[in-house]
């Protein structure tokens, strides 16, 4: 069965730093590339960065560029999100999502972190 | 504002047949990029519903079924159930902004 799971929220004050990660389990996670999904609280979705399944291949959503950083374990099996200069509005349920290789879809989610920024 | 357009909120009653419009532009869907759909019940996870040309992730009902026609698509649902109730989004990839994006949801409710 395919798991992800997602650790590493919590609350931060502005400008401050916070580091998500996500355990995959039940597939071979080096085989699949990987994305950081966020829903700001009553929002919608919004994509907000994309690994390769060997990381060399990295893409960020504009509002995140400069200040998130991606990157991934694979002997570990984890997916990870280093957010720095967090602002009120990145405060988010943040999801980590499975892409499918043939597909611009993401076809499993993992439960979700909250990250809140706030003073 | 986001990129793909969705209607807020849709009805139906039980048994009826609900679509779900999602509206985007020349550098996502009108540029040939599949779409793709979501369920959210409330307090869970997206899950994927729908991918590609009317793809279905097993354990999904064919009661969910999609199309597109240029810059548009939309998600079908027929003999519509109390489970059905939740957030639905379309979700494609935008060449211009090289970005995966999605649409603001749809709030389905079963009368």
């Known amino acids: 069965e395919v798991q992800l799971v997602e650790s590493g929220g919590g609350l931060v004050q502005p400008g401050g730093s916070l580091r998500l990660s996500c355990a995959a389990s039940g597939f071979s996670f080096s085989n699949y590339e990987m994305n950081w999904v966020r829903q700001g609280p009553g929002k919608g979705l919004e994509w907000v960065s994309y690994t390769s399944s060997g990381g060399n291949t990295i893409y960020y959503a504009d509002s995140v560029k400069g200040r998130f950083t991606i990157s991934r374990d694979n002997a570990n099996k984890s997916l990870y999100l280093q957010m720095n200069s967090l602002r009120a509005e990145d405060t988010a349920v943040y999801y980590c999502?499975?892409?499918?290789?043939?597909?611009?879809?993401?076809?499993?989610w993992g439960q979700g972190t909250l990250v809140t920024v706030s003073s | 504002q986001s990129v793909l357009t969705q209607p807020p909120s849709v009805s139906g009653d039980p048994g009826q047949r609900v679509t779900i419009s999602c509206t985007g532009s020349?550098?996502?869907?009108?540029?040939?990029?599949?779409v793709h759909w979501y369920q959210q019940l409330p307090g869970t996870a997206p899950k994927l519903l729908i991918y590609g040309f009317n793809n279905r992730p097993s354990g999904v009902p064919d009661r969910f079924s999609a199309s597109r026609s240029g810059t548009s698509a939309s998600l079908a649902i027929t003999g519509l159930q109390a489970e059905d109730d939740a957030n639905y989004y379309c979700q494609s990839y935008d060449v211009s902004l090289s970005a995966w994006v999605f649409g603001g949801g749809t709030e389905l409710t079963v009368l």
């Open positions: 020349s550098s996502n869907i009108g540029a040939g990029y599949d």
């Open positions: 999502a499975r892409g499918i290789g043939d597909y611009d879809a993401f076809d499993f």
